[in-house]
C-alpha cells in the first residue's frame, strides 16, 4: 500500500515539474489535463492539485502576455516622447530667445521713458522756480 502511496506522490511531483516549466511537454501535459477534467475521473487530491496548479499556470501565461503588451506600449510612447522632446525643446529654445531679446527691448523702452520722466520733471521743478 505503501508501495502505492509513493508511486502517485512520485507520479504527482513529475506532473508538477512538467507544468512548472515551459517546454514542449507541458502543452501535452495541459492538453492531457483539459481531456481529462472533462470526463474522466482521477483521484481526488491529484485533481485538486492538479487542477489548481493548471489553473495558475494559465492565469500567469495571461499575466504575462499582458505585461509584454504593456511593455510594448510605454516602449512605443517612450520612443514617441524623446523624438518630439528633442522637437519642443528646440521650439522652446527659440521662443525663449525671442522672448530675451523682448525684454531687452523693452527694458531699453522703459530707461528711455524713465530718463524722459526725470527730465520732464526737473523742467517742471526749473519753472516753478523761475514763477
Known amino acids: 500500500m505503501i508501495q502505492l502511496l509513493y508511486g502517485v506522490i512520485f507520479a504527482e511531483m513529475a506532473l508538477i515539474l512538467a ?3 515551459k517546454t514542449p511537454l507541458r ?3 495541459i492538453m492531457a489535463l483539459d481531456r481529462v477534467k472533462r470526463g474522466r475521473g482521477f483521484l ?3 485533481a485538486l492539485m492538479i487542477d489548481r496548479l493548471h489553473h495558475y499556470i494559465r492565469e500567469l501565461r495571461q499575466l504575462r502576455k499582458t505585461m509584454e503588451a504593456a511593455k510594448k506600449q510605454t516602449r512605443g510612447l ?3 516622447k524623446t523624438g518630439t522632446n528633442t522637437e519642443d525643446v528646440k521650439a522652446l ?3 525663449v530667445a525671442t522672448l530675451r531679446s523682448k ?3 523693452l527694458e531699453a523702452e522703459c530707461e528711455a ?3 524722459q520722466a526725470k527730465a520732464s520733471e ?3 521743478v526749473a519753472i516753478r522756480k523761475q514763477s
Request: hydrophobic share 40%; proline share 0%; charged share 45%.
Open 19 to 21: 507544468l512548472l516549466f
Open 27 to 29: 502543452k501535452l501535459v
Open 44 to 46: 481526488l487530491f491529484l
Open 78 to 80: 517612450d520612443d514617441g
Open 93 to 95: 529654445g527659440e521662443e
Open 103 to 105: 525684454v531687452k527691448k
Open 113 to 115: 521713458k524713465g530718463k
Open 122 to 124: 526737473e523742467e517742471a
